[in-house]
């Protein structure tokens, strides 16, 4: 299922509509998944 919409959503961001008719660019790239940071180390607290 969330395969579907997935491949459904990267279908109307490459056509940039959502609605019947010719494709249209996009004004902005348009980034679905983000990359997730990696954890940075943290500094240890003075007690």
């Given at each position: 299922?969330?395969?579907?919409?997935?491949?459904?959503?990267?279908?109307?961001?490459?056509?940039?509509?959502?609605?019947?008719?010719?494709?249209?660019?996009?004004?902005v790239?348009?980034?679905?998944?983000?990359?997730?940071?990696?954890?940075?180390?943290?500094?240890?607290?003075k007690?």
């Amino acid at each position: 299922m969330v395969a579907e919409l997935e491949a459904l959503l990267q279908r109307l961001v490459d056509q940039g509509r959502s609605t019947p008719g010719r494709p249209q660019a996009n004004a902005v790239p348009i980034v679905l998944r983000k990359p997730i940071p990696a954890p940075t180390a943290k500094a240890k607290r003075k007690s």
